[in-house]
């Protein structure tokens, strides 16, 4: 089964500090995706990635960064985190874009005070 | 742009109840529609998906029929279980040359002994 891996299950940070959440596939997928989930607003995109140093924006990428080296490793980056950065992060893949199933870690619940 | 209209919840059943959870869309065409669903503390996972019109997709007792006459695809089951209680996302894939999948806001579902 393919696995999508999320480095950190809860993270609690301060605000103004700069934050890393880590995504790792092992299935050779093309595509991943950071999202964030929040009560009644259901999945919203951050960023994502079609390739290896490649990336686009989502539907709010402001405040954020994202990384990709490798394929299997997509990072998402807070510069600055702020409180209404506390959120849930989910990450996924796809394993191209005529793929149409995506596969999502379990999420990490982040908490910026 | 393609979009996914999901009834809001929570919705709230006693075991063994009946299911509904209703979903339209608006796409060019004839997606593939999927289900999601995201158990507490976990990621999203595909639950079922239907290909082309008046297909059923089904799995784990839930069912949903591909209508493309309402384009809806409401999600059924027959007896709900308290296993049962998660977060249920209805989706379209990737359109039109994009890589980004479209979901609807997600539905809770809490289903009491």
């Known amino acids: 089964d393919v696995k999508v891996t999320q480095s950190s299950r809860y993270l609690v940070k301060r605000t103004g500090e700069k934050v890393f959440l880590e995504c790792v596939q092992d299935?050779?997928?093309?595509?991943m995706f950071w999202y964030r989930q929040d009560p009644g607003l259901g999945l919203r995109l951050i960023y994502f990635s079609y390739d290896v140093k490649m990336k686009e924006k989502g539907d709010i990428p402001e405040g954020y960064s994202v990384s990709r080296e490798k394929k299997e490793r997509f990072s998402l980056i807070l510069e600055s985190a702020s409180t209404n950065q506390t959120s849930m992060y989910l990450c996924?893949?796809?394993?191209?874009?005529?793929?149409?199933?995506?596969?999502f870690g379990s999420g990490t619940q982040l908490s910026v005070l | 742009g393609d979009s996914v209209t999901q009834m809001e919840g929570p919705v709230t059943l006693s075991e063994e109840a009946f299911l509904t959870i209703n979903c339209t869309y608006t796409a060019t065409g004839y997606p593939s529609l999927f289900w999601y669903v995201q158990y507490p503390g976990e990621g999203l996972q595909l639950l079922l998906k239907a290909t082309k019109a008046d297909d059923k997709g089904s799995n784990k007792g839930f069912e949903a029929t591909y209508r493309k006459e309402t384009t809806s695809f409401h999600l059924e089951k027959g007896s709900v279980q308290v296993s049962d209680s998660a977060v249920y996302f209805c989706a379209l894939p990737p359109s039109g040359g994009s890589y980004i999948p479209t979901f609807g806001r997600g539905t809770s579902l809490i289903v009491h002994p």
């Open positions: 299935m050779d997928h093309e595509n």
């Open positions: 996924a893949s796809s394993v191209d874009r005529d793929n149409e199933k995506l596969f």
